[in-house]
C-alpha cells in the first residue's frame, strides 16, 4: 500500500469576470439540448408562489455571488504570487491509512468522504488541505456559483437546467475541484445562503446570496474539529449529505440548489466523539497515531524546517513526485468504470456487514466503491481480495458503534471476521 502512496438553485452571470488574467480556465461554448425551459443569463425571471398566496405576484430572483466571490482559480496561483504556499502531499511522512482514504475519495467521490480522528499534532489538517495540489479538473457552467455540471443534470442548478432544456448556448470553463474549509464559528446563513426578505416584500426580488455549500458543490468540504461543531449546523451538514440538495426557507419563500460534496473531517477523539447519525455519512474512517520511531519523527522535524525555511524550494523538491501522482489519480478516475469486482466476493463483503451487524447497506456499497477505486489506483480492472482487505476496516469499523458512549472500534473486529469469512 506504501507504494501505492508514493508513487455550487439558481444559477447567474457573477460579477467577476469568466476568467481572471491569472486564470488557466479555457472558455469555450458549446450547445446542449433538450427540450423546452426558462432563460438564461444575467437576470432569470421565474415565478415563485407562497403559500396564501395563490396565483398571485412574480418575483424577480436576482442572486448574488458574494459567498463565491473567491475563484476556484486562486489555488493555481503560484507561492510567488503571494498565496499561502500548501504543504505537498507526497512529502508527508507516515500516514498510509489516512493518504489512501482521501485518495480513493478523490477518485470515487461517491465513496462519500473520510472522518479523521487522530492526535493533536499528527498532521491531518496539513494532509487533508495538501490534496488540493492533486485535484484533477472538472467542467462547470462559466459565471456559475453552484459549479454545475454541464453533462449531469443531478448536479446542475435548476436555472442551468432549463436553460439547457431550451437549447441555449452555455459557456464552459475547466476549473480544479473546490475545496471549501468550514470554520467552526460559520452561522447557519453563512453556510447555507441567506434570502433578503425586505427586498423580497417590497421590491418583489428575491436576492439570494449563496453559502459554503453552494461554493462546495461537486468539490469537498472540510471541516476541522468537526466534534465540536454546533448542532444545528450538523443537521445542515446530514441533511444535504443525504439528499445532495441544499434547501433555504425563508418566511414561505424557497430557494434549492445542488450540494453534492466530498465531506472530509478531523478531530480529536479526547474533545469528544461524534453521533453515530454524523459518522454513519462519512464514506470512511481513518485513525491517526503519533509516530513513535525516533529516525522517522527526525525527518519530519527536518521537513517542516526546510518548508518553513523556503516553501518554494521546498515544493519543487516534490514536483517531480506530485506529477506522478496526479496523473496516477487522473489514470485512475478515467478507468474506474471499467473495474469489476466479482460477485462472490460481493457476497463475501455483505456476509461480513451481516456478521458485524451493521446498520443499512452504506457499509456494503463503501466498501465496494473503495475496493474499486484501490484497484484502479493500482491499475487494475479487477477487484482482488488484497483490495478488500486493505479497505474493509475503514469502511466498516466507525459503523459498529451501537451506543454514543462506545468508543470506536480499531478495526480488529473487522479484520478479525473479514479472514473468518474469506478464508
Given amino acids: ?176 475541484i473546490n475545496m471549501v474549509d468550514l470554520p467552526l464559528g460559520a452561522t447557519e446563513d453563512r453556510v447555507c445562503g441567506t434570502i433578503d426578505i425586505e427586498k423580497a416584500l417590497t421590491e418583489g426580488v428575491k436576492a439570494f446570496e449563496p453559502g459554503l455549500l453552494a461554493k462546495a458543490n461537486r468539490g469537498i468540504l472540510y471541516v476541522d474539529e468537526v466534534n465540536l461543531l454546533d448542532d444545528h449546523l450538523v443537521d445542515v451538514l446530514l441533511d444535504s449529505a443525504a439528499s445532495g440538495w441544499n434547501t433555504v426557507e425563508r418566511e414561505g419563500i424557497s430557494i434549492s440548489h445542488p450540494a453534492r460534496f466530498i465531506l472530509i473531517g478531523s478531530g480529536n477523539p479526547e474533545e469528544g466523539e461524534l453521533r453515530p447519525q454524523l459518522l454513519d455519512r462519512f464514506g470512511m474512517h481513518s485513525q491517526v497515531g503519533t509516530v513513535r520511531d525516533a529516525e522517522l519523527r527526525v525527518k519530519i522535524v527536518e521537513e517542516r524546517a526546510r518548508f518553513d525555511r523556503n516553501p518554494k524550494e521546498f515544493r519543487d523538491s516534490y514536483k517531480a513526485e506530485q506529477e506522478k501522482l496526479q496523473n496516477q489519480i487522473a489514470s485512475a478516475r478515467s478507468s474506474l468504470s471499467s473495474v469489476e469486482i466479482d460477485y462472490d466476493l460481493k457476497v463475501k463483503i455483505s456476509k461480513v456487514c451481516a456478521e458485524l451487524n451493521v446498520d443499512g447497506l452504506r457499509g456494503d456499497i463503501v466498501t465496494n466503491r473503495a475496493a474499486k477505486a484501490l484497484a484502479a489506483l493500482k491499475g487494475r480492472d479487477k477487484v482482488t481480495t488484497e483490495d478488500i482487505a486493505t479497505v474493509i476496516p475503514n469502511s466498516l469499523r466507525h459503523r459498529l458503534r451501537k451506543d454514543p458512549l462506545e468508543s470506536i472500534d480499531s478495526g480488529l473486529l473487522v479484520i478479525e471476521k473479514f479472514y473468518e469469512v474469506f478464508s
Avoid at 396564501?52 to 412574480?58: L, N, T
Fill in 1 to 176: 500500500m506504501a507504494s501505492v502512496l508514493g508513487t455550487s438553485s439558481a444559477a447567474f452571470w457573477a460579477s467577476r469576470s469568466l476568467l481572471s488574467p491569472s486564470s488557466k480556465s479555457a472558455v469555450s461554448p458549446i450547445s446542449l439540448s433538450l427540450s423546452q425551459g426558462q432563460g438564461y443569463g444575467k437576470k432569470f425571471e421565474g415565478r415563485i408562489v407562497t403559500p396564501g398566496c395563490k396565483g398571485r405576484s412574480q418575483f424577480h430572483i436576482a442572486v448574488t455571488n458574494v459567498a463565491t466571490g473567491i475563484n476556484s482559480v486562486e489555488q493555481d496561483v503560484d507561492v510567488k504570487e503571494g498565496q499561502r504556499p500548501v504543504y505537498p502531499f507526497a512529502a508527508i511522512v507516515g500516514q498510509d491509512e489516512m493518504k489512501l482514504c482521501l485518495l480513493l475519495n478523490v477518485i470515487d467521490p461517491k465513496i462519500g468522504g473520510v472522518m479523521i480522528m487522530g492526535d493533536r499534532g499528527t498532521g491531518k489538517s496539513t494532509t487533508v488541505r495538501s490534496l488540493v495540489d492533486l485535484l484533477p479538473e472538472i467542467k462547470v457552467v462559466a459565471g456559475d456559483p453552484y459549479n454545475s455540471d454541464p453533462e449531469d443534470p443531478e448536479s446542475m442548478g435548476i436555472e442551468v437546467r432549463e436553460s439547457i432544456v431550451k437549447g441555449q448556448k452555455l459557456p464552459i470553463m475547466t476549473t480544479k
